[in-house]
C-alpha cells in the first residue's frame, strides 16, 4: 500500500541536541510539507518542498532545517536553535499543484528530556 | 496564521444524531478542504470544495461552502461512535512569487459520539 511513513514515533532530545525526524513516502509524490502540531492546535508549516533538491521555509521554520535529496525522502533535523521543540510533528505529500489533497504520516511526538 | 476558525471548539453528542461543524476564513480562497484527525495519529483528507461548488457530498458527509459569508460547514449523518475524532478546515493560500499554494488549518473541533 501506498502510503507516508514517519520514524519515530517518540523522540526525546537532551538540551543542546540536534534530532532528525524521518519521513519517506511511496506515492510518488512531487511536494512534501512539514508541519508542527501543538495541544489543542491546528497546523502550522515549518518547510515545504515543490521538487526534489528544492524547498522553501515555511511560517515558522527558525531552529528547523531540512534537506530533500530523493523523491521520496524529506527529513526534518530540529536543531538545537529551537528552544521550544516539544510537539507533534507531522509531515505531508501531494502531488502538487491546486486543488490536491494532502496525504499525512501518523506523526512524530517530540519531547524534551 | 491561521484563517480558518472552526466552531464550535469541541461538540458531544449521541450516536445516531447529526454534528454540524463550522469553519469562517478570512481571505478569498480557490478551495476548501476538510480533515479528520484521529488522537495521536495523522489527518486524513475527507472532503475538498472548490470556490465555485457550493455543495458536496461523499458517503455520511455534506460540505457547503458560502463564498460571500467566507463560511463552510461539514455535517455528518447518523453519527458513529468510530466517528469520535478531531476535524479541521483548511483554506489554501498562494505563497507569493512563488505560484505555490500552501494550506493554512484552523484550530479544528473536537467531536465525541457516545454510544
Known amino acids: 500500500d501506498g502510503g507516508i511513513t514517519q520514524s519515530p514515533k517518540y523522540l526525546f532530545r537532551k538540551e543542546g541536541q540536534n534530532v532528525t525526524l524521518s519521513c519517506e513516502q511511496n506515492l510518488n509524490h512531487d511536494a512534501m510539507y512539514w508541519y508542527r502540531q501543538d495541544p489543542g492546535q491546528g497546523l502550522r508549516l515549518i518547510y515545504y518542498s515543490q521538487i526534489v533538491n528544492d524547498f522553501q521555509k515555511g511560517d515558522i521554520a527558525e531552529g528547523y532545517s531540512v534537506s530533500r535529496e530523493k523523491k521520496e525522502s524529506f527529513p526534518l533535523t530540529v536543531t538545537s536553535a529551537q528552544k521550544n521543540p516539544t510537539a507533534f510533528y507531522l509531515c505531508?505529500?501531494?502531488?502538487?499543484?491546486?486543488?490536491?489533497?494532502?496525504?499525512f504520516g501518523d506523526g512524530t511526538r517530540l519531547s524534551i528530556l | 496564521s491561521q484563517q480558518g476558525e472552526e466552531d464550535p471548539q469541541a461538540l458531544s453528542i449521541q450516536e445516531g444524531e447529526n454534528a454540524t461543524m463550522n469553519c469562517s476564513y478570512k481571505?478569498?480562497?480557490?478551495?476548501l478542504q476538510w480533515y479528520r484527525q484521529n488522537s495521536g495519529r495523522g489527518l486524513v483528507h475527507l472532503i475538498l470544495?472548490?470556490?465555485?461548488?457550493r455543495e458536496k457530498h461523499s458517503g455520511r458527509l455534506r460540505v457547503t461552502l458560502d463564498t460571500s459569508k467566507k463560511s463552510s460547514s461539514l455535517l455528518i449523518t447518523a453519527s458513529r461512535a468510530a466517528d469520535t475524532a478531531s476535524y479541521f478546515c483548511?483554506?489554501?493560500?498562494?505563497?507569493?512569487?512563488?505560484?505555490?499554494?500552501?494550506?493554512?488549518f484552523g484550530t479544528g473541533t473536537r467531536l465525541l459520539v457516545s454510544p
Open positions: 470544495i472548490r470556490s465555485n461548488e
Open positions: 483548511a483554506t489554501d493560500s498562494l505563497i507569493m512569487n512563488t505560484g505555490f499554494q500552501k494550506l493554512v
Open positions: 505531508a505529500s501531494s502531488i502538487g499543484g491546486y486543488h490536491q489533497p494532502q496525504h
Open positions: 481571505t478569498s480562497i480557490n478551495n
